[in-house]
């Protein structure tokens, strides 16, 4: 792995949502949600596998967040605070753990602005982000 890289590797999909691992030189920060893949429909699918430029971003909604650039055929990617599915519009949402919280038999991220305020104090104002799979989600 190469340093200022941080990866996320996604390792599980339904029909509700995608899952992955962060990692950041070497170390394990934490656990991701996203929409399930639905070739890049924007507001329905998670984004496509890729490398892209970060930057640290103020949003209007979600405060302190990650932008995402250059996502092919959407805009306004972040990664940002949330815990249920229902909080991303194809974005990416970082948490401590995977767990159904609500109880509606979906698995949660824990812990997410507690783990957003992490990230913004571990990774660079510019970093790559390199989004990858485990299993084949096709």
């Given at each position: ?59 209007p909604e979600f405060g302190a967040s990650f932008w995402v650039q250059d996502v092919p055929d959407r ?64």
């Amino acid at each position: 792995m190469v340093d200022d890289i941080l990866y996320l590797v996604r390792f599980e999909q339904d029909t509700k949502q995608t899952l992955g691992r962060l990692m950041f030189n070497g170390k394990n920060l934490g656990f991701t949600m996203e929409l399930p893949w639905k070739a890049n429909t924007k507001r329905m699918s998670c984004i496509p596998n890729g490398d892209y430029k970060v930057i640290k971003h103020n949003s209007p909604e979600f405060g302190a967040s990650f932008w995402v650039q250059d996502v092919p055929d959407r805009s306004e990617i972040l990664i940002h605070y949330g815990n249920f599915n229902r909080n991303t519009l194809g974005c990416i949402l970082p948490g401590g753990w995977i767990k159904d919280i609500d109880g509606d038999g979906n698995k949660d991220v824990t812990e997410s602005n507690a783990k957003m305020k992490e990230l913004y104090g571990i990774l660079p104002d510019i970093f790559t982000i390199s989004i990858a799979t485990e299993i084949d989600f096709n």
